[in-house]
């Protein structure tokens, strides 16, 4: 991964991003650009077995929490907003794809899959 971190990131007051969807791919890969460069990242992964994010924590123990939720489960949801209850974000990135696999576009995407 590129390092592009500058003075100017790291200097002022700390970031803080939400990050839905930090097991893997696009998700995984921002969590770790912005841990590298000082933010402080609350990344969620789905209730399950250790994800390649959880050896991030690792690395930056001090900046990293790991969440759980299932974006489907409205229980979760509740919960996992109750859990942040009072923390304010820089960036929320939504991560948690809504396509079934890589033949669907976002059109052939139910309105029961979205509204969920
Ligand atoms: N990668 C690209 O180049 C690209 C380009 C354009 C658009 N996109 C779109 O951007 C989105 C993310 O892409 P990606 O490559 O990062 O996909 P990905 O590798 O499939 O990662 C999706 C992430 O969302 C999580 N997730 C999936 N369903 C979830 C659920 N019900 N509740 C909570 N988390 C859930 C996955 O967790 P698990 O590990 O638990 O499954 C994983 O962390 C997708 O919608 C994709 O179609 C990607």
Known sequence: MVDT???ADVAGP???ALIVGASRGLGLAIAEAYLARGV??????RPGPRT???PLREQWPDQL????????SVDQVAALRSRLQGKTFDLLLVNAGIKNDDRETIADVSP????V
Do not use: Y
Not at 65 to 70: C, F, H, Q, S, Y
Not at 112 to 115: A, G, P, S
């Open 14 to 16: 700390r970031r803080h």
């Open 112 to 115: 029961r899959t979205l509204f």
């Open 5 to 7: 971190t500058t003075p």
């Open 40 to 45: 402080h990242v609350v990344g969620t992964v």
């Open 52 to 54: 390649k994010l959880h």
């Open 65 to 72: 929490e790991i969440e759980t939720v299932d974006i489907t």
